[in-house]
């Protein structure tokens, strides 16, 4: 942590010294941080600029940030999942979390929205869930201990999946701390199966077992993206029989979803709400890298328009899962998570937009 402090309190010194202005933005708005306020703001970690640091050096955390240890005195947080254990088809997204790290270094520190997450909000990298690669039980224990210790320090966790069965325990934690949740679940499947190979918990069965535990507000869910084929002529009845909104990819197909997340918004309300983004929502000719594909997704445009439309509800968590890397020759699968995921920051309740 000390090394990317002291990369950005060094390179703020320079242009101090040279009486320049720090560009933190990139964006073309005018949104520059000047180094005195830089100096003097000890507030909040802000990742350093490719004007002054390589792009590609230093050690792979999320878009940067520092990694410290715990959620203590932060206001948000990265995490990794690294899991594939519940996964039914194409494995590989244990090595999710360091992918889309990777990747993230391509983003900047605010986003095209005018959002400026680092100038209101403490965020780092806290790194990852030590998680059981061969006990799934022990891993969903494990995951859930560790978000009750985030979620208790009243930090907001945004993780690196992760197969989607890292939501369960996830939600465990969050609903301890925050009572039943609003949910916003993005996705090519319901993920609300009941068994696979006489097993309760695996990637398909993840919101099932969150109903059953009373996790989830069910009059406050979405489901949007759904597809594929099924088993049976309706697959998406459960969902409907326990009150949640199912939006097949069909509704979405040729659209914008900005009319359709103001709908979202009025159902979700003031309550607490989590987002749950699975990236094979998206088409796999943009997302390849995932285990589950079906043709015929959303686009990245529509991704971002439901993260965008986000902004405005208390979201108390998010997830980005499902990237499995080995399926990811581009590296584009994982950009454009860690691109989400940082779209996930920036429509925080806290978040600061100019
Ligand atoms: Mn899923």
């Known amino acids: 942590m000390l090394h990317f402090m002291k990369i950005r309190q060094l390179s ?3 242009a101090f010294l040279r009486g320049q202005t720090v560009g933190v933005s990139g964006n073309g708005n005018g949104n520059v941080i000047t180094a005195s306020r830089l100096m003097s703001s000890k507030t909040y970690n802000v990742p350093p600029s490719s004007e002054f640091v390589a792009r590609v050096s230093g050690i792979a955390t999320m878009t940067k940030l520092p990694y410290q240890d715990t959620a203590e005195g932060l206001d948000a947080a990265f995490i990794g999942v690294p899991i594939d254990t ?3 088809n194409r494995p590989g997204t ?3 979390p360091r992918q889309i790290r990777a990747e993230s270094f391509l983003l900047r ?3 095209g929205t005018g959002a400026a997450p680092y100038e209101s909000m403490m965020v780092a990298d806290i790194g990852d869930v030590n998680v059981n690669l061969y006990d799934l039980k022990d891993a969903c224990r494990r995951i859930r201990e560790a978000y009750r210790k985030v979620v208790a320090t009243g930090c907001i966790p945004l993780t690196l999946g992760g197969d989607h069965t890292i939501a369960y325990p996830i939600l465990q934690a969050v609903a301890e701390r925050h009572g039943p949740v ?3 679940h993005v996705d090519a499947h319901a993920d609300t199966g009941d068994m696979s190979l006489g097993e309760k ?11 059953e535990e009373g996790l989830l507000d069910c009059k406050r869910v979405v489901q949007i993206g759904l597809r594929g084929t099924a088993y049976t002529p309706d697959a998406y009845a459960w969902s409907r029989e326990q009150g949640f909104r199912v939006v097949r990819v069909e509704e979405c197909w040729y659209k914008s979803l900005v009319p359709l997340m103001a709908e979202v918004r009025a159902q979700m309300g003031k309550g607490p709400v989590y987002l749950s983004f699975d990236i094979d929502a998206l088409d796999p000719a943009f997302a390849p890298g995932t285990g589950t594909p079906e043709i015929a997704g959303l686009t990245p445009i529509q991704g971002l328009e439901i993260v965008r439309g986000c902004r405005g509800l208390n979201l108390v968590g998010c997830d980005l899962v499902e990237v499995s890397p080995p399926y990811d020759t581009t590296g584009n ?3 454009t998570a860690a691109n989400l995921l940082f779209e996930m920051l920036c429509v925080l309740p806290k978040t600061k937009h100019y």
């Open 333 to 335: 699968t994982a950009l």
């Open 12 to 14: 703020a010194c320079v």
């Open 182 to 184: 609003g949910l916003v």
């Open 94 to 96: 244990r090595f999710g």
């Open 86 to 88: 519940g996964t039914s």
């Open 201 to 211: 918990i695996t990637h398909g069965t993840p919101f099932r077992r969150c109903v």
């Open 109 to 111: 520190n605010y986003s």
